[in-house]
């Protein structure tokens, strides 16, 4: 029997919560939950005292006492391993940048349908990323913004998933040959290439060929 991707939920609203708790448990081959929680600081709480630690935390924004930004700011501090994606009915992008900036995993619209959700946990579980149509284009524009404010020659923005997809890419590698020896989809290639292209201030993956030999990448990856 595979092992089931463990689920916490943080959402003030109770009927949503319960929509939520419905849709994880509806797919229980695949997920457990393995708790839920009406506030960030309720979460923190509740998560530090479970003897195994949620893998994907859906979190909501707009929240009482301690909100979604703050709250995935502490997860990631207390249990880095923890991967979130924000739930909302926002798609603004002051929002959106924010939880990017404190390491959000995905971003999803409460109206999206359940085959949707169980689809973004299960990227972000096997380590992609998974932003909902309705917010895919304001997703790169943060990006693009947020990668104005980072060293684009600190070669620490990129993470071990990122590099690994970029070392393959300067092999001349298809998406799906990538997807393949990477054990993803190519799906989450395709993302990991925007993330690449966004974070090293490159407009094509030819570009992240010139990023790479500017940073004598060649040799390390």
């Known amino acids: 029997m595979k092992k089931r991707i463990q689920i916490f939920i943080v959402d003030d609203h109770q009927l949503v919560r319960e929509g939520l708790i419905s849709i994880v448990t509806e797919f229980n081959e695949d997920f457990e939950l393995l708790g839920t929680a009406g506030n960030g600081i309720e979460a923190i709480n509740v998560i530090g005292e479970l003897s ?69 946990i299960l990227e972000v579980a096997e380590g992609g990323t998974y932003f909902s149509k309705g917010v895919a284009n304001e997703v790169m524009m943060q990006f693009s913004q947020l990668r104005k404010e980072l060293n684009r020659k600190d070669v620490s923005i990129l993470s071990p998933r ?34 690449l292209i966004s974070k090293t201030g490159s407009n094509s993956v030819a570009g992240l060929v010139v990023f790479a030999l500017k940073n004598n990448l060649l040799d390390e990856l």
Not at 57 to 71: A, F, S, T
Not at 170 to 184: F, G, P, Q, T
Request: with cysteine; net charge positive; proline share 3%.
């Open 162 to 195: 990122e590099k690994e997809v970029l070392a393959l890419i300067l092999k001349d590698r298809s998406n799906k040959e990538i997807a393949d020896e990477l054990c993803i989809s190519v799906r989450t290639v395709e993302t990991h290439k925007q993330n």
């Open 52 to 120: 195994s630690k949620p893998e994907v935390v859906l979190m909501d924004i707009n929240m009482p006492r301690m909100n979604g930004m703050e709250c995935t700011k502490k997860l990631k501090q207390l249990f880095p391993k923890i991967k979130v994606i924000a739930l909302t009915m926002h798609n603004q992008g002051l929002h959106i940048k924010q939880m990017l900036k404190e390491g959000v995993h995905g971003y999803v619209l409460k109206d999206c349908d359940k085959n949707e959700l169980k689809d973004a």
